[in-house]
T-cell receptor, first 114, second 116 residues
């Protein structure tokens, strides 16, 4: 059973389109995250939710909107896609907000904007 | 803001040998957490090892160990008896607890290649 799953794994789309990436975890964790990994492999936090409440919102364009319908799901919607949005997006989860907890990552979604 | 520096973009090691990946960080905090994550070609991020700053004893997980030097703000990863499956990007990460700062700050990574 996959602990943290993301769909789709690959997404190719045109500039200006709107797209969503879905994330689900079956670990019973309270906290979920979205990270962006750029073409140079640099990984940066975008958002974090704890029990469906937004707790981290980094400097991210407001074209990006996370949504957490329940504790097990954290989706990422991106409006008006731009070339610079091309990256691998990782979802992760941890037991709770405690900093020592391991974050379990999904397999990533490679987004390519043409 | 905390920063994490990995000064070795790429490294290589022969199978069965030992390799050390370096990581330094900048913080004014006294209590924090440090992590090494591994990203193999499959792209999956996997936790390798973690260290709490208030613990003086270096963390160890099987063939992986760290050399944590708090005063020098250094957190290196030693891989003993390297295996082909250790080939991956290795990311050092920092987390400062408290407030809304429950976020991992990553270094830029070191690409480790284990050669047969």
């Amino acid at each position: 059973d996959t602990a943290v799953s993301q769909t789709p794994k690959y997404l190719v789309t045109q500039m200006g389109n709107d797209k969503s990436i879905k994330c689900e975890q079956n670990l019973g964790h309270d906290t979920m995250y979205w990270y962006k990994q750029d073409s140079k492999k640099f990984l940066k936090i975008m958002f974090s939710y704890n029990n469906k409440e937004l707790i981290i919102n980094e400097t991210v364009p407001n074209r990006f909107s996370p949504k957490s319908p329940d504790k097990a799901h954290l989706n990422l919607h991106i409006n008006s896609l731009e070339l610079g949005d091309s990256a691998v997006y990782f979802c992760a989860s941890s037991l709770d907000r405690a900093p020592y907890n391991e974050q379990f990552f999904g397999p990533g979604t490679r987004l390519t904007v043409l | 803001a905390q920063t994490v520096t990995q000064s070795q973009p790429e490294m290589s090691v022969q199978e069965a040998e030992t390799v050390t990946l370096s990581c330094t960080y900048d913080t004014s905090e006294n209590n924090y957490y440090l992590f090494w994550y591994k990203q193999p070609p499959s792209r999956q991020m996997i936790l390798v090892i973690r260290q709490e700053a208030y613990k003086q004893q270096n963390a160890t997980e099987n063939r992986f160990s760290v050399n944590f030097q708090k005063a020098a703000k250094s957190f290196s990863l030693k891989i003993s008896d390297s295996q082909l499956g250790d080939t991956a990007m290795y990311f050092c990460a920092f987390m400062k607890p408290g407030g809304s700062n429950y976020k991992l700050t990553f270094g830029k990574g070191t690409l480790l290649t284990v050669n047969p």
